[in-house]
């Protein structure tokens, strides 16, 4: 069953002096499955960001249809969208946004808190995560007091707690070193092999080779996709290798 159905979206935006217009997404379609794990790669001014923004009911098509769980984006009211996020949507960024005057765990409770649960409840959700994602003994700790590895696995957690329909995850190995990176990609296929659905936008191949099914957006549509299948991590590391190539050598477009 999809999850996230993409249909036809377009996104022009218009300057704010002389009235210029420049198209970040052409026609952009493709669907998520419940429990996929789907990362999106492509240049830098490929649409990536502009896709996630719109994903995230951050920024809106101008045309096209964005349904999550049957829900159109679009029709969402800006009083609305706030708690759409919330209670349907886990974010995992490249810098973390981590609260600093926050402890770890108050870091992770804030969206529970802004959606009005109580502490009990909020504990009880809290602990299991803290414990797949090995944060446990950090949680009284300050964001500048950790590693950031920590700080990510903290941010999971928080992107966790809510129990998201889909996990929106940009550039999430971008500012860890290459063992932090790592060990979060395994808690990544961990999280995922539990059911979640997780949608990861990168430049990383290490990370890409790590997801089920490989999106490449070039000039601003979908223009080729891989799926892992069988493939071990290093077998789908060349194939998005080898499809990297041909984007940026100007190849045409796969079918």
């Known amino acids: 069953m999809a999850i996230l159905e993409v249909n036809n979206v377009k996104k022009i935006y218009t300057t704010r002096f002389g009235g210029n217009q420049v198209q ?3 026609d952009v379609s493709f669907s998520v499955e419940k429990g996929e794990y789907v990362a999106i790669m492509g240049e830098s001014g490929s ?37 759409f996020r919330r209670e349907n949507l886990g974010f995992v960024f490249q810098d ?13 409770f804030l969206p529970l808190v802004l959606a009005g649960k109580n502490y009990n409840e909020m504990r009880v959700r809290l602990m299991p995560i803290a414990e797949n994602l090995g944060i446990k003994t950090i949680l009284g ?3 500048y007091e950790v590693s950031g590895g920590q700080k990510q696995r903290a941010a999971v ?3 966790l707690i809510t129990n998201p329909q889909l996990i929106l995850a940009d550039e999430p190995t971008g500012a860890l070193d290459s063992k932090a990176a ?16 997780i949608l990861m936008v990168t430049h990383s191949t290490q990370a890409a080779s790590r997801a089920k099914r490989v999106l490449f957006i070039k000039d601003g549509q979908v223009f080729h996709q891989i799926y892992k299948g069988s493939s071990t991590n290093e077998e789908m590391y060349q194939k998005i290798s080898d499809t990297l190539t041909v984007i940026t050598t100007g190849g045409g477009k796969h079918e």
């Open 24 to 26: 970040a997404l052409t």
């Open 47 to 83: 649409g990536k960001t502009t896709l996630l923004n719109i994903l995230a009911a951050l920024d809106k098509a101008t045309s096209g249809l964005v349904l999550l769980n049957g829900k159109n984006l679009s029709t969402l009211r800006d009083s609305e969208v706030s708690a």
């Open 96 to 108: 973390f946004n981590l609260l600093d005057n926050f402890n770890i765990q108050d870091n992770i």
């Open 141 to 143: 700790k300050y964001p």
């Open 157 to 159: 957690a928080r992107a």
């Open 182 to 197: 790592e060990s979060l990609l395994s808690q990544f296929q961990e999280i995922n092999g539990a059911g979640q659905t």
